[in-house]
């Protein structure tokens, strides 16, 4: 599966599927894994296409609202404050479910970080050229949660 379609330009999802992708593999494209029934049992492999579009909208089942959920999308251009970025990490609320994204530090190394189920990862990127920071962010719906975040990314 190759979520997160409706991000990308078709060029570049064409190119992901050209370097990754085994030759004659079976794949999805999906926006916010919304996957179709026929999905899970895919016909024999002869029958199979070599992509499918998932229908545009997310399934009523499992979109982030249907699951009492919100997203947050934050984006700046050049490093962020090292400083602030660890107190943040070290505050995050545990009703932030799950974030992920790369940051740009000040020194000019370039980190992808990763929280789910609790666990942060990071590791350094060699070849992220675009010169900003980007974030996602999945949580409850909370009011006051959100307005913390937003808060806190404006100072990194």
Do not use: Y
């Amino acid at each position: 599966m190759i979520n997160k379609t409706d991000l990308v330009d078709e060029p570049t999802i064409a190119r992901l599927e050209q370097a990754v992708l085994l030759p004659g593999s079976r794949h999805v494209r999906a926006s916010q894994a919304a996957l179709p029934a026929d999905f899970v049992v895919w016909p024999a492999a002869s029958e199979t296409p070599m992509f499918r579009r998932v229908r545009s909208g997310p399934s009523p089942a499992t979109s982030i609202e249907a699951l009492g959920l919100e997203t947050l999308s934050w984006k700046r251009a050049g490093a962020v404050d090292m400083n602030a970025l660890s107190a943040l990490l070290h505050d995050m609320p545990r009703q932030i479910l799950r974030f992920k994204g790369v940051v740009q530090l000040g020194d000019g190394s370039v980190l992808a970080l990763q929280r789910a189920a609790g666990r942060l990862t990071s590791r350094e990127l060699e070849n992220w050229s675009k010169g900003e920071s980007q974030l996602v962010f999945i949580g409850e719906d909370s009011p006051s949660l959100w307005e913390w975040l937003t808060q806190r990314l404006d100072r990194l």
